[in-house]
Structure formats: structure tokens, C-alpha cells
């Protein structure tokens, strides 16, 4: 069946480093790829998505690229800052957008 | 414009008793969806309302839950009786209907979510 494996948190980094979160997937056909991050007291926010293969999402300096060779839609920010801190979901849409599937989430803690 | 808003933020229950989940979408979005996130694991699909019908229930885990979604506005989620599983966060997201008409994208909404404990 479909599902999503992203890396385990908590992910620590100082201010400035760089950032990556590996997220692969399992699928059928061809789905959409989606970020969605939550900080701390509010709700899920869509951060970035690709639907289709080689496209690139990005937003807030944040990137992922969608990899069909490697299953893959790793995120990547080039130089972190605190106000980052927060919990990061990959996940993955097929047919229809809204039966998301998810990864089990990676908290991200940025420390100045 | 108002996000979506959940109530409570969180809920602390005993096995057996009932809770009930409230969630206000974004006005104007016909379609509320109801996930959750069990043990702090991956986040997963309940149920799919489009107005007041239910879409696609496939995800509810067991008779112990009932959505509804009267008047096709707010949506409730009751888990009566609640058991120690049912704890985690409970999601809830709306959206615009698809289309050039509905003017949606399928990007979905999200609330803060329902922290449920059921001790």
C-alpha cells in the first residue's frame, strides 16, 4: 500500500546550518508530495508540494525536490533560524488531495 | 478570515466515559475532513464530509465514533465509550470545493487539533 517514511527527530541544528529531512515513499502511479509543518500552538500548515516528477516546491526558503527514481521528496533549507522550530510532516495525496498520507512527523529545534 | 477552530484544545477523559470534538471550518468550505494522530505516529485519515454527507468514512476506526456534520457548518466527533487507544490529537481540515466554480485548489486547512487523553 501507499505510505510515507521520513527520518526520525528531534532534528537539533543551530542557527544558520543547514537543513535536510529525508521523506521517501511508497506509491503506485504518480501522487502529489506535500510539507506541511506545525509550530508550536498552531495547526498544519501547507509549507511547500510538487505533483509530478522532477518538479521542485518551495517556500520560505525551504525546498524539496520530487525524485520518482528515488522515491524521495527530501527538504532542504539552505540556513535555519530559530522561529523553524516546529514539527514537519511529508505526505503524499493520491486520486484525490485530501486522503493525505502522512510520515509519523520530525521535530525540528533550532537553537540560536 | 477565521482559520479553523477546534474546541476543546484539550480534553482529559477516563476509559468509558464520552467526548465530543467540535470543529468550526472555514466559512464557506463544503468539505471537512476529521484526522488524527495516535502515540505521536504518523497522522491519518478519519472521515471526508462534502456539506452534510459523508463522502468517505473508510478511516473511522470502530462504531465508538460518530461524526456528524448537521447543517453541512461546524462538524462534532463523539467517541463514546472512549478506551485508552483513542488518545492522541485529533485534526480537523477544511476546504473549497474543487473546480472553477468552487474556486478550490485542494489545499487543505488545518486546526490546531484536539488533544484527547484518555486515562
Known amino acids: 500500500g501507499n505510505s510515507v517514511t521520513q527520518m526520525e527527530g528531534p532534528v537539533t541544528l543551530s542557527e544558520e546550518a543547514f537543513l535536510t529531512i529525508n521523506c521517501t515513499y511508497t506509491?503506485?502511479?504518480?501522487?502529489?508530495l506535500f510539507w506541511y509543518v506545525q509550530y508550536p500552538g498552531e495547526g498544519l500548515q501547507l509549507l511547500l508540494k510538487?505533483?509530478?516528477?522532477?518538479d521542485k516546491g518551495s517556500n520560505k526558503g525551504f525546498e524539496a525536490t520530487y525524485r520518482k527514481e528515488t522515491t524521495s521528496f527530501h527538504l532542504e533549507k539552505g540556513s535555519v533560524q530559530v522561529s523553524d522550530s516546529a514539527v514537519y510532516f511529508c505526505a503524499l495525496g493520491k486520486d484525490s488531495s485530501y486522503k493525505l498520507i502522512f510520515g509519523s512527523g520530525t521535530r525540528l529545534l533550532v537553537r540560536p | 478570515e477565521a482559520g479553523v477552530t477546534q474546541f476543546p484544545s484539550h480534553s482529559v477523559i477516563e476509559k468509558g466515559q464520552t467526548v465530543t470534538l467540535r470543529c468550526d471550518p472555514i466559512?464557506?468550505?463544503?468539505?471537512l475532513y476529521w484526522y488524527r494522530r495516535v502515540m505521536g505516529k504518523e497522522i491519518k485519515f478519519l472521515l471526508h464530509f462534502v456539506k452534510e454527507s459523508k463522502q468517505d468514512e473508510s478511516g473511522m476506526p470502530n462504531n465508538r465514533f460518530l461524526a456528524e456534520r448537521t447543517g453541512g457548518t461546524y462538524s462534532t466527533l463523539k467517541v463514546q465509550p472512549a478506551e485508552l487507544e483513542d488518545s492522541g490529537v485529533y485534526f480537523c481540515?477544511?476546504?473549497?470545493?474543487?473546480?472553477?466554480?468552487?474556486?478550490?485548489?485542494?489545499?487543505?486547512?488545518f486546526g490546531e487539533g484536539s488533544r484527547l487523553t484518555v486515562l
Open positions: 466559512s464557506g468550505h463544503d468539505n
Open positions: 510538487a505533483t509530478k516528477a522532477d
Open positions: 481540515a477544511s476546504s473549497k470545493p474543487l473546480g472553477l466554480a468552487g474556486g478550490g485548489t485542494g489545499e487543505l486547512f
Open positions: 506509491a503506485t502511479g504518480y501522487p502529489s
